[in-house]
């Protein structure tokens, strides 16, 4: 029985005279293979990588129509359009469509004269349809964008979870779950809710080497984006990521006010001026988008230089996913990302707020945690990156900090300094009267409760003030202090802050950007 070979061929003909590609990039031939001959497979590879070849040239190769299952209708309508400028009988079925419309395509199908049918989740999952699919010869199912059936994930969508049937009601029929976010327990829940256990994996290495890394603490906001636009991406086109509708607004008219070419976007905008804002963003050269999250999923623009994050993201993943964006074409690009203590707070009192259950707050703080390790990372971006997308690699030389080493120093000393002042204060004030504590400022607050008489007045007059808030809010980000959110962010010492304070273990820490861009001026201390 001699199966592989032919396929083979004859996907590399299709790649060729179908797609004007010369050869196959990555395991694209591998799993179009083990698809074209029946397999499961699942796929991750980054954003860009080429997925739409490893379900097209199968569907293509095998008899009968490719379903193809997608989130986003524009999306669908894009890839139908390319599909069928290339000669490729592909059609969409989806809510945009007219009944007339909906009805064409339906003949096409029974008539067996489509190749690819994208169809919405909700759409292939209702009664009827599962019935009219009964009726026909079925080449692949496709399911774009699998981690939507995460619902840790930040683009979960319910209707996902239930595409399951296609496995129980075609059991036949081979299935490819596509996605580009690759932590290891968003595949794992792939796996199991798309009951692809079975599956062979395909892991493409998530690395964008030419993605440049910078995490930096944020001081004032816009005129640190503005610098980073002025000084390094002047005339290029970028995303900004902001977490609210009202910072998206401002921050896009500060921008255009100081003459860049900013534009807003967000799910609170009316869908006409969204559309002409992603239009013009797409069209035009050196569009700067101010997006919320909802800007970007499916966007293919290959010359994005930068993506930056005003504020935190969700996770990792979301992170990896939004700068992600940028240098789609491979030329250098950057991801920036600018953050305070504020973030941590508002982001941890997001989840101890929240409707989750118990065990989801685990994961989400679990989430947070590995994100703000990365943020407070002293070694390279890219090896925490890709370790938490479960890849081992070497220092990059292409972030922040393999570009700008000898930043670190130890800051066990002045860590446990901040830890016994917080103490010796009675674990009920925040960070800037345990700065006026350890610099030994006698404000009317460090009088009135005498603060003044405790042995750690004054200890910390050597360290700026911007270090020892840097180094506080490390200290929050990594478990070492614990914010009272309730109680107007007053810290305490957590129980994993007993190794340090005793000596046990030391503690690195970056110092602050002071200055954006090459060049940190080094604060005292
Ligand atoms: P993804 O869905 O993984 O983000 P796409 O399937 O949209 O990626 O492919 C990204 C780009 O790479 C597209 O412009 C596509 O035409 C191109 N591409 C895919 N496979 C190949 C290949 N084998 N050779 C050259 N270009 C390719
Ligand atoms: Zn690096």
Redesign the pocket.
């Known amino acids: 029985l001699q199966l592989s070979p032919a396929p083979a061929h004859a996907a590399l003909e299709i790649?060729q005279r179908v797609?004007g590609?010369e050869?196959?990039?990555g395991r694209?031939s591998d799993i179009i293979d083990h698809v074209a001959n029946g397999g499961d497979a699942l796929v991750l590879?980054p954003?860009?990588?080429?997925?739409?070849?490893c379900y097209q040239i199968p569907a293509m190769l095998r008899d009968g129509v490719g379903i193809v299952v997608s989130p986003l209708i524009a999306l669908m309508h894009d890839q139908v359009a390319a599909l069928q400028q290339m000669g490729v009988a592909a059609a969409v079925l989806n809510s945009s469509l007219t009944l007339d419309e909906m009805r064409e395509v339906e003949g096409q199908l029974r008539r067996g004269a489509l190749q690819l049918l994208y169809v919405a989740p909700e759409r292939l999952l209702t009664p009827r349809f599962l019935d009219l699919l009964h009726g026909l010869k079925i080449a692949l199912f496709a399911i774009d964008e699998a981690h939507c059936v995460s619902q840790w994930g930040h683009d979960f969508r319910p209707e996902y979870i239930q595409l399951s049937v296609l496995h129980q009601q075609f059991p036949n029929v081979p299935r490819i779950a596509l996605t580009?976010t690759a932590d290891r327990e968003t595949r794992e829940e792939i796996r199991q809710r798309l009951a692809l256990q079975e599956a062979e994996v395909y892991l493409t290495s998530f690395d964008r080497p030419n993605i440049r890394y910078r995490v930096t603490e944020r001081t004032d906001a816009k005129r640190q984006l503005l610098a980073l636009i002025e000084g390094e991406h002047k005339g290029e086109a970028g995303i900004v990521y902001c977490q609210s509708r009202k910072k998206v607004e401002e921050t896009a008219v500060w921008l255009a006010a100081k003459g860049i070419k900013a534009l807003p976007y967000h799910a609170g905008m009316d869908a006409e001026k969204r559309r002409r804002n992603q239009e013009r963003f797409l069209r035009e050269d050196g569009v700067v988008m101010v997006a919320t999250i909802a800007f970007g999923m499916g966007i293919?623009k290959p010359d994005v230089r930068f993506v930056a994050h005003l504020d935190l993201p969700s996770s990792i993943e979301a992170y990896y996913q939004e700068t992600g964006r940028a240098g789609r074409d491979g030329a250098p690009a950057e991801a920036w990302l600018a953050f305070g203590l504020a973030d941590v707070v508002l982001l941890r009192r997001r989840i101890e707020e929240s409707e989750l259950s118990d065990q989801r707050k685990v994961v989400s703080r679990r989430k947070l945690d590995s994100l703000l390790a990365f943020c407070e990372a002293t070694t390279c971006r890219r090896v925490a990156l890709l370790a938490y997308l479960g890849e081992t690699s070497q220092p990059c030389g292409n972030c922040d900090i393999c570009l700008e080493p000898g930043d670190t120093w130890d800051a066990t000393v002045a860590a446990q300094k901040l830890l016994s002042a917080c103490w010796r204060t009675g674990q009920r004030f925040g960070i800037g009267h345990l700065i006026d504590v350890l610099r030994g400022e006698t404000t009317e607050k460090v009088t009135r409760f005498a603060h003044e008489q405790l042995p750690v007045f004054g200890i910390g007059r050597d360290v700026d003030t911007q270090v020892w808030k840097t180094l506080g809010r490390q200290l929050v980000s990594l478990g070492y202090l614990i914010v009272d959110t309730e109680q107007f962010n007053t810290l305490a010492v957590s129980e994993t802050a007993r190794p340090l304070l005793k000596g046990e273990t030391t503690f690195m820490m970056r110092r602050p950007t002071v200055k954006m861009g090459r060049g940190n001026r080094r604060p005292r201390g």
């Open positions: 790649l797609y590609h050869r196959f990039r694209q590879m954003t860009g990588g080429g997925k739409s070849v580009a293919d």
